[in-house]
């Protein structure tokens, strides 16, 4: 399944951070390509024109909520 959002925080409505695939990152200069699973984090991935770059990297020990793109 493709992640379309991750929040990080255990506060979800006032305390956590929210990436979204496509949302504007670093003022405007780069959109998250791509959020990733991996056995042990998550990566998300932006991308500049057609250059994509690893952002950041989140542990599994976060506290981490995600949604999905549910495609029917």
């Not at 990080?8 to 699973?37: C, F, N, P, R």
């Amino acid at each position: 399944m493709d992640i379309r959002k991750i929040s990080v925080g255990s506060d979800y409505k006032s305390g956590a951070m929210h990436y979204i695939v496509g949302q504007d990152v670093l003022g405007g200069t780069h959109k998250i390509h791509l959020i990733q699973e991996e056995s042990t984090s998550y990566k998300i991935w932006i991308q500049k024109v057609d250059e994509v770059y690893l952002w950041k990297e989140l542990l599994k020990t976060l506290p981490i909520s995600l949604e999905f793109n549910i495609n029917f």
